[in-house]
Nanobody, 122 residues
């Protein structure tokens, strides 16, 4: 079984910064894409940023220039550096790992973390 555990959420004032981390553990051969999604109260879950094993990134328009995503493939860990936070960034942030392969001989599965709360308020 594969588990994703997020950390780093909290309460921050507008203009502040937070860094989220997500560690994937278990029997893992390779992870294709890792990323962050968020869900605000009353809204659908939306993509924030993703990064492939090769380092290609995708960002939501609303966070471009403010957020950065990185990953350590050896540690199966993905990070989200969030700068210049605004109240609209308040949400539960979820980590996702796509096409997690536990063996080179079998196809992979997708996994979600349990989420971490990020609140931006003065």
């Amino acid at each position: 079984q594969v588990q994703l555990v997020e950390s780093g959420g909290g309460l921050v004032q507008p203009g502040g910064s937070l860094r989220l981390s997500c560690v994937a553990s278990g029997s893992i051969f390779r992870i294709n894409t890792m990323g962050w999604y968020r869900q605000a109260p009353g809204k659908q879950r939306e993509l924030v940023a993703t990064i492939t094993s090769g380092g290609s990134t995708v960002f939501a328009t609303s966070v471009k220039g403010r957020f950065a995503i990185s990953r350590d493939n050896a540690k199966n860990t993905v990070y989200l550096q969030m700068n210049s936070l605004i109240p609209e960034d308040t949400a539960v942030y979820y980590c996702k790992a796509d096409n997690v392969r536990r063996s080179p001989y079998f196809s992979g599965s997708d996994y979600w973390g349990q989420g971490t709360q990020v609140s931006v308020s003065s």
